[in-house]
């Protein structure tokens, strides 16, 4: 069972400021249980990709692209309306930038939010950091 292997190794990060490692068997435990929620969602801050050099370029291209899809579709929302716009030239890439940004932005949203891929990425990070010896309790 892959949910005691998460919270023995969150345990041992912890140290002493981990919450009880017991599973949940009646509704008087919820609270260890919501502590241990609280954790994972700590964690996940932490194994998100951080503001390294690469990620700011990512950032910098999803903020010119999002400027980009912003424009298209307001040519597209505006076209009806002015005959100017009303242009093959000017609608086909209009849609198809839409569309594919629109894509792409559901296929980021569907890896963030994806449980699987956060506990990899949470075990990963939990057995790199108990295994250098690290303690979250230093930062309290």
């Keep these: ?9 969150l345990a041992a990060h912890l140290g002493d400021g981990a919450p009880q490692n017991i599973l949940l068997t009646d509704e008087s435990q919820l609270s260890n249980d919501a502590q241990w ?3 994972w969602t700590l964690l996940a801050w932490q194994v998100m990709p951080k503001s390294d050099p690469q ?3 990512q950032a910098l291209m999803t903020n010119i692209e999002a400027n980009f899809g912003g424009a298209f579709l307001i040519i597209l929302l505006s076209a009806p309306w002015t005959p100017l716009l009303r242009h093959w030239w000017i609608i086909l890439p209009s849609a198809f930038w839409v569309v594919i940004n629109s894509w792409a932005a559901f296929q980021q949203y569907q890896r963030a939010v994806n449980v699987q891929f956060l506990y990899f990425k949470q075990m990963e990070f939990l057995q790199t950091h108990v295994c250098k010896g690290e303690s979250g309790d230093d930062d309290a």
């Design 1 to 9: 069972m892959a949910q005691p292997d998460w919270r023995n190794l």
């Design 37 to 39: 929620q609280e954790w």
């Design 55 to 57: 990620s700011r370029q």
